[in-house]
């Protein structure tokens, strides 16, 4: 039995040693993720992003608990914590790890750290991966969290058929903390530790800047339960992203976000955006894999002599890179 | 007589079109970067990263200021800030740049904002070419200024012949805040606002930090303008990156870094790491247009109804990436 068959099996061992064979890039995790593909598209991904000091990890770790504990579900849950402020030393998030000590004895729950190394396009390809691992081994819900604000987070979002963005009152400079930029990505707003001073500061900066990222929708107060959508904009195909206040660590605000969630993953069933998303992640994929394939394909066919020439032309500045690729591709054939 | 000529001859205003023209990737733009290219090489590149809330751009300011003031050179120096945290709205870092009104009158400093949009590779690759235009146009000194720590900020810095982190004293967490992968990109560390409390824990949590990420070089400390530095690794081929404390808005400290540049500018052509880095950095400059080139190349000459069919195979589950590229490849010639 090879090691899919465990993992399709739901044994967590082999679960464990295949991420770490996919997070490596091994030909062993390569071919596995081609056997495994057929077993994926059914997950929800839930991306989950947001600054240092928002609570981010309590966040995800209460959702997690709800998962677990709603009744008639009880989703399995993975959790995929990216830190690509680490791009070099392993093991950054693992102190936020240590709050996760509530659910790491339920074996519906699985949850991998993973230090961003390598290229920028390696973090998201190799999320996008462990995800498609999780999704085979039959986890319904899969959360990507990750550390910041940055374009690495809007491409690991970019994953996501949920996008969170988590925020928190009194972290300084409201206006450079809530980026017009990280707005345009989020489907649910979440402003944590909702219990600390200069909440309604938070919460209209959000609004304020959300109107400026989303500026056809009109964005409403979102009233516990109900989203109430005034004005003519009242169609299935929009989405205004819901503004949620929460207190992880007290539990607080978390079964009406998961609720939220829920709801948007039916809007994108019923907008057809959910198969939009999914051709979109894949497509993106699959130019990466062939761009790759492309210049493995092209080192290969041409002798290493020629290409070092034209290297030293470009640093003798003789030639531009178009220049030499210019050159380089006349060579080959088409 | 062309952009590029004007350029060459010093036109301000051909230059700040120029630049848009490449940031925007037009065909104008790449044609100029090749006729600009050989007239490139000579400027010294120094990367600045530090998170929000450092003083960075004061910094970048001051540092502006001393090129022009000190005496024999008035190099001219080029600023380029970019702000990888706002991958969509442009215009982000313009607060930070109203603080640059000293030097703005001075035709022989160049500040271009630029906020990162587009993929990944794109904003370094931008940078990048931006950098070659303002090298070509006979600035000496290139200022990369980032924001933050990510991954973006350390792709950006490897453009640089010359990296700056900097930090800043009660920025909360030491630990969280100075992150091991960003220093092993430092060239040479600066404490700025260091006249404020905590300085000693900021420099104490770099140190060590330093400590870890140069496990094999012994960090010293750096009083005033005299490097001791200890033990058996003292060879010309080894770099200690200085820890330099200063404030920037009041202009302390700034000649002793700058001293630090112009010592790793010379340390940096001694050991033979100049053509070194200028090599790394072209070599991926050629890889990343020649990728480019091969992915157009391939998608004009397959049918797109081929290309197409295959994607929606994808789509459907019944091949993975890989194999979709296996049999996208098997149709063309090698």
Chains 1, 2 share one sequence.
Do not use: C
Not at 78 to 83: L, P, Q, R, S, T
Not at 133 to 160: C, H, K, M, N
Not at 247 to 268: C, D, P, Q
Not at 288 to 308: C, D, G, M, S, W
Request: glycine share 10%.
């Amino acid at each position: 039995m090879t090691l899919t068959n465990f993992v399709l099996e739901g044994n967590r061992l082999a679960l464990a040693r295949l991420l770490t064979q996919v997070e490596n890039n091994t030909s062993e995790g390569r071919a596995a993720l081609t056997e495994l593909f057929p077993h994926t598209g059914k997950a929800h991904l839930i991306g989950v992003t947001g600054g240092s000091g928002t609570g981010k990890s309590s966040l995800v770790n209460q959702l997690a608990l709800y998962y677990r504990k709603s009744e008639g579900s009880r989703k399995r849950v993975a959790i995929v914590a990216v830190d690509p402020s680490s791009p070099f030393t392993g093991g950054a998030v693992l102190g936020d790890r240590v709050r996760m000590r509530d659910i790491s004895g339920d074996s519906g729950v699985f949850i991998r750290s993973m230090a961003s190394r390598g290229s920028l396009g390696g973090i998201a390809q190799t999320t996008a991966a462990l995800a498609q691992v999780f999704d085979a081994a039959g986890f319904e819900i899969i959360i990507i969290e990750t550390v910041g604000a940055g374009q690495s987070e809007v491409d690991i979002a970019r994953l996501a058929h949920t996008t969170l963005v988590v925020e928190a009152p009194g972290l300084g400079d409201e206006i450079q903390a809530i980026k017009a930029g990280i707005l345009e990505i989020a489907d649910v707003l979440v402003i944590n530790k909702a219990d600390r001073p200069g909440v309604e500061n938070t919460e209209r900066a959000l609004r304020s800047n959300l109107e400026l990222a989303h500026p056809t929708k009109r964005v409403v107060r979102h009233h516990g339960r109900s989203l109430s959508v005034t004005g003519p904009e009242t169609d299935s195909t929009l989405w205004i992203p819901p503004i949620h206040k929460t207190v992880a660590i007290e539990g607080k605000g978390i079964a009406e976000l998961a609720e939220s969630i829920t709801r948007h993953a039916a809007h994108l069933h019923q907008s057809g955006e959910w198969a939009a998303r999914d051709r979109t992640r894949l497509g993106s994929e699959l130019e990466a894999v062939l761009q790759e394939a492309l210049l493995t394909r092209f080192h290969e066919n041409i002798p290493q002599e020629k290409y070092e020439e034209i290297l030293e032309k470009v640093l003798s500045r003789d030639l531009s890179s178009w220049e030499a690729v210019k050159s380089l591709l006349n060579g080959t054939s088409k």
